[in-house]
């Protein structure tokens, strides 16, 4: 193949599905890669399936699947996800399902081999210095973010959808490339390349107008209407990167820099399962409307590691907000603060940290704003971590009794109560995660 | 001048690390924002000066500067009680520097 296209359907688990139809079915992409899980969104998913073993897939897998799936067929473009979140293999099953209905004959191919929590215990977390096993029953979860091969080994086997869990965002969309082009897994220039091109296309529209707009200054044209990227990518890795002609947003220089250094640390040194990617000697160039060439990353050899996302239960989250407005609204909205510390002064030992804001004033960077701007309205917020659900529940009634019995003129309180699911990392040696790819065929058993 | 009036920003998280990156709109400001935007001024600026390492990566051909605050989101979002816990705020708030000097009108290199 002398050029692939890529295109991006989700950048996160409930993005908007009609621009990845709109790729699907006048695309002409070769793939349709969709991204879906963030940090914890697997520590969740690994709580669904304990509690049902056929469940621990993303919740979204049906829309978007039956959304996607007869463009898809017909026009020859395969899916690549991780939208198996914790459990791929019945995320597989339930595509074949779906595909079924819709009359379709699609090979599905579940990636797993991510999930180590069963030999995670030794491991040293980086967040709190100590063993995951000390942890104890706290743990939930433990997924290595894998890189491109066993997705390689579904797409060469001749899968149309590729589900798996945890993976490198940019493996996604790197997988494909390797497996058209048949780069080798030591050509670290391509495989850098293609981990920018994976890079810039993982949140969906945050390359072509998303998350960009300020009326003004950096307008973009029919933002409702935002499409979704895609990229024309060439052998040697280099690549266009745009969006389907009639939709909303734009591709510019500036699109893709700010979409460059997203989520970047030192730009010389990406950290990936198969690579360490250079994006320092990166040229970005606007070489059409909505096009925008990008050519110039590298790479090194891999480091041999991969990164681990442990999930564990981390207490229980309290939370409320109430509004104040007019003279002196400030002033009322700290009374009731104060308040609400007075009132819980008998469980704060139950209460590891809290925390206090006046939304419109330091809500964002606290102590900031603290000066004589009277702002016309605030709304009181305050958050509690606590040991037991008990105490959390009892943060959000003390909140909301602040109608009745805190500063005047209170109105419109929310309150939320949840069980805090934490993220803490650490690194795993690639030798130690087992990946494997599966191919369910349409007389397999899991199907009826 | 507000460092608004010639870059942009986007802010992103990983784990407890916040990035920022910061982009000239024109070439002919590079040399302004690349000498004034300093990974000390903008740990001050953003209140974290004795919380977080701060770190800045330069990107000349591409005309941006990309920060690395460590330990500024509490522990990161899903541990944080902050309203934003990914400090997906915080770029815009940079953007309100104060920035002295005038542009060249010359581009470096």
Partial sequence: ?448 | MKLYEIAHARTGDKGDISNISVIAYRPEDWPLIEREVTAERVAAHVGHVDACEVTRYALPQLQALNFVLRGNLRGGVTRSLALDGHGKCIGSVVLEMEITGQPRGEERR
């Fill in chain 1, 1 to 448: 193949m002398s050029s692939v296209r890529i295109g991006a359907g989700a950048g996160f688990q409930g993005d908007r599905i009609a621009p990845a139809v709109d790729l699907a079915e006048r695309g002409a992409l070769d793939f349709l890669v969709f991204e879906c899980l963030a940090e914890r969104t697997v520590a969740l998913a690994q709580q669904a399936r304990l509690a049902d073993p056929a469940a621990g897939y993303d919740p979204l897998l049906d829309r978007r699947m039956r959304a996607v799936l007869p463009a898809c067929a017909r026009n020859g473009t395969r899916i690549i996800t991780n939208m198996g979140a914790a459990n791929p293999r019945a995320a597989a099953e339930r595509t074949c399902a779906i595909a079924r209905e819709l009359g379709l004959s699609l090979r599905v191919a579940a990636v797993t081999g991510d999930d180590v929590l069963d030999r995670i215990q030794d491991y040293v977390l980086d967040e709190t210095g100590a063993r995951a096993s000390a942890l104890g029953e706290l743990l939930v979860s433990a997924n290595a973010y894998i890189g491109v091969p066993g997705i390689v080994e579904a797409l060469d086997a001749g899968a149309d959808v590729v589900i798996c869990g945890r993976a490198s965002d940019p493996a996604l969309f790197l997988a494909p490339l390797v497996h058209c082009f048949g780069w080798a897994m030591n050509d670290w220039v391509r495989l850098g390349r293609g981990t920018l091109v994976g890079h810039l296309l993982e949140c969906s529209a945050q390359v072509t107008g998303g998350y960009f707009a300020d009326p003004g200054v950096k307008d973009v044209p029919d933002l409702a209407h935002i499409g979704f990227p895609l990229a024309e990518v060439s052998e040697d890795g280099n690549a266009i990167i745009t969006k389907l002609p009639g939709t909303g947003g734009m591709v510019s220089r500036a699109t893709c820099t700010e979409q460059l250094l997203y989520e970047i640390h030192d730009p010389a040194r990406y950290l990936q399962p198969d690579v360490i990617a250079d994006f320092s000697g990166v040229s970005l160039e606007e070489v059409g409307p909505d096009r925008v060439a990008v050519s110039g990353a590298s790479g090194i050899a891999a480091t041999g590691q991969l990164k681990v996302s442990v999930g564990y239960r981390d207490g229980w989250r309290g939370e409320g907000q109430i509004s104040y407005a007019g003279a002196n609204c400030v002033a009322r909205g700290r009374l009731g603060l104060a308040l609400l510390r007075e009132r819980l002064a008998d469980c704060a030992a139950a209460i590891s940290e809290d925390r206090a804001d006046l939304i419109g004033l330091d809500s964002i960077l606290p102590e900031r704003r603290a000066g004589t701007w009277e702002p016309p309205e605030v709304r009181l917020r305050y958050a509690a971590r606590c040991a037991d659900e008990a105490t959390a529940q009892r943060v959000g009634e003390e909140i909301e009794s602040l109608y009745l019995c805190g500063p005047a003129g209170g109105g419109g309180v929310t309150r939320s109560l949840r069980e805090i699911l934490a993220i803490a990392s650490t690194l795993m040696p690639a030798a130690e995660v087992a990946v494997r790819a599966e191919v369910l065929e349409e007389a397999t058993a899991y199907l009826r």
